[in-house]
T-cell receptor, first 116, second 112 residues
Framework: SAVISQKPSRDICQRGTSLTIQCQVD?????MFWYRQQPGQSLTLIAT?????????ESGFVIDKFPISRPNLTFSTLTVSNMSPEDSSIYLC?????????????FGPGTRLLVL | SQQGEEDPQALSIQEGENATMNCSYK?????LQWYRQNSGRGLVHLIL?????REKHSGRLRVTLDTSKKSSSLLITASRAADTASYFC????????????FGKGITLSVRP
């Protein structure tokens, strides 16, 4: 499996400010993703964090709002910029590991964000 | 767009009973995965079934996949109160390169 930690675990922020979420993995991984889970909803993929190049964003998500860094194969950050109450969600990073020939996606514990 | 759709949306059963949850999807897939989430915390990977597999077991879990009907079911046998959680199916579409599309989730309550 993969041990994934996220910081902070939760935060309460004022609208208009930005928050950077960190994701640390205990081993090198190729594929790393960022998801958002709005209250009572399912998970939606924000972007694929690419090591050494710009992240690949899904429809409806843009780099200016959710800049992502991936400086190496064990670490990534997601910034939620110019926050509004609609950004209140749980943000989760995930990684793909291949074990026994099977790809499995593991998720971090999530960062619970409340924007006032 | 939402790929997986689970039903029922909520399920309440007595401890010891079996719980069956269904998931339908729309496009061709590489695999389908089931996850559990306790009280808004991180997701725990339960089981993965590939598109060329029809049934898979893991402990008290049994998952089936019918690609002709684009549907899957997750059966939890002999349920326990600790199984109370939200369950999500997620599909990796063909060519999606590990990206997952999640269903809306099923809330399972197991009464002790």
């Amino acid at each position: 499996s993969a041990v994934i930690s996220q910081k902070p675990s939760r935060d309460i922020c004022q609208r208009g400010t930005s928050l950077t979420i960190q994701c640390q993995v205990d081993s090198q991984v190729t594929m790393m993703f960022w998801y958002r889970q709005q209250p009572g909803q399912s998970l939606t993929l924000i972007a694929t964090a690419n090591q050494g190049s710009e992240a690949t964003y899904e429809s409806g998500f843009v780099i200016d709002k959710f800049p992502i860094s991936r400086p190496n194969l064990t670490f990534s950050t997601l910034t939620v910029s110019n926050m509004s109450p609609e950004d209140s969600s749980i943000y989760l990073c995930s990684v793909v590991k291949v074990l026994g020939g099977q790809e499995t996606q593991y998720f971090g514990p999530g960062t619970r964000l409340l924007v006032l | 767009s939402q790929q997986g759709e689970e039903d029922p949306q909520a399920l309440s059963i007595q401890e010891g009973e079996n719980a069956t949850m269904n998931c339908s999807y729309k496009t061709s897939i590489n695999n389908l995965q089931w996850y559990r989430q306790n009280s808004g915390r991180g997701l725990v990977h339960l089981i993965l079934i590939r598109s060329n597999e029809r049934e898979k077991h893991s402990g008290r879990l049994r998952v089936t996949l019918d690609t002709s009907k684009k549907s899957s079911s997750l059966l939890i046998t002999a349920s326990r109160a600790a199984d109370t959680a939200s369950y999500f199916c997620a599909t990796e579409k063909t060519g999606a390169n590990s990206k997952l599309t999640f269903g809306k989730g099923i809330t399972l309550s197991v009464r002790p």
